[in-house]
């Protein structure tokens, strides 16, 4: 049960998200609709290893191409999965999408036609 709740607030949290950027920051990516991507090899073994501390396995690095928007914001000012208020998360979202970083979570959003140019590790 406590999974799904957390999955619930999750997908709470990712509707607030698109809701404030389709009305207040239009021209950066959905989160629904980009790659995750990290600028630096450093920065993506980071998240490597924050996504293999939830058991979730990473199968490769890869090099990518995109004709799309790029944005990069601080993944640490997302709105909380906890119970704070609506109007709370929607100013957490609109915190996030300003783009300001405070260096403890980066993630960049990579939208568009995205193409592997190359295999950097593979892991399988």
């Known amino acids: 049960m406590l999974y799904y709740v957390f999955n619930q607030s999750r ?3 990712e509707t607030i998200c698109e809701l404030v950027r389709q009305k207040e920051f ?3 990516p959905s989160r629904l609709q980009c790659l995750y991507v990290c600028k630096t090899l450093e920065a993506a073994l980071k998240w490597k290893e924050n996504f293999e ?3 979730r396995k990473v199968l490769q690095l890869v090099s990518l191409s ?3 928007e790029v944005f990069t914001g601080d993944a640490a000012l997302l709105p909380g999965v906890n119970g704070d208020s609506f109007d ?3 100013q ?3 915190d996030y999408w300003s783009g300001r970083l405070t260096g403890r979570l980066e993630e960049t959003l ?3 036609r995205i193409r592997v140019e190359r295999i950097l590790e593979d892991y399988q």
């Open 110 to 112: 990579l939208g568009g």
């Open 88 to 90: 709370r998360k929607i």
């Open 53 to 55: 501390s939830f058991d």
């Open 92 to 94: 957490q979202a609109r």
């Open 26 to 28: 239009r021209e950066k």
């Open 66 to 68: 995109s004709d799309g």
């Open 11 to 13: 997908a709470v949290r």
